[in-house]
Every structure is written in structure tokens, then in C-alpha cells.
């Protein structure tokens, strides 16, 4: 199923760029077992549930839909201090969340 390799590719790269953040840590902020962010980073789980997957978009700071939909890579480009300040602060889910749409609605 590609929601579930797109999951296990985000939550891997997400944990990475939000500071190293362990599999357990993460398991604590959403409320489930270490082992099921283990074998949810493997694809082992056929339908992770909504009410979880949202948990991790929440604990991770990305927009659901991002979370699910696109695989994420990480980027290292240079950015105004204000703007890393912005997207790493509590307005950062939806402003990137607006970016997103931004580039989506732009004719290519």
C-alpha cells in the first residue's frame, strides 16, 4: 500500500530533521509503543489508523496531508533566520501547509 511506504519514509526523515528524535521519544509524544513506530517505519502496519497518523503529524510539527501523501526529502538550503524561527515555532504546521498549496496551485 503507498500510504504505508510513504509513512514509513516520512516518519524516518522526519525524526532525523526534528533532532535526532528517537523512536521512543516519538512513541511517548503520540502515546503508543516504541515497537509500533518501529514497524511503522518498516510498513509492517497495514492501516495505521487516522487518530495515530495525525498524533504524528501533530508531534512531529507537519501538516496530515503532507505527512501521507508525498515522500519527503530532506533539503538544507539557507533561510533568513525569521523564516527558520517561523517554521519551526507553533505557526509552522500551517505555514508550511500554505507554501505547499502555494506551489500546488502554480502553473508549471
Do not use: H, K, Y
Not at 501523501?69 to 533566520?81: A, G, H, S
Amino acid at each position: 500500500m503507498a500510504l504505508t511506504r510513504i509513512l514509513a519514509t516520512n516518519l524516518r526523515v522526519l525524526r532525523e530533521l526534528r533532532g535526532r528524535l528517537g523512536q521512543l521519544e516519538l512513541a511517548q509524544r503520540v502515546g503508543v509503543s516504541r515497537r509500533t513506530i518501529a514497524r511503522l517505519e518498516n510498513a509492517e502496519v497495514g492501516d495505521p489508523g487516522i487518530a495515530q497518523v495525525r498524533g504524528l503529524a501533530a508531534a512531529l510539527r507537519v501538516p496530515f496531508e503532507l505527512l501521507v501523501t508525498r515522500r519527503l526529502v530532506p533539503v538544507t538550503i539557507p533561510v533568513p533566520v525569521e523564516i527558520r524561527d517561523r517554521l519551526e515555532g507553533d505557526e509552522g504546521v500551517e505555514l508550511l501547509a500554505r507554501i505547499v498549496r502555494t506551489i500546488d496551485e502554480t502553473p508549471r
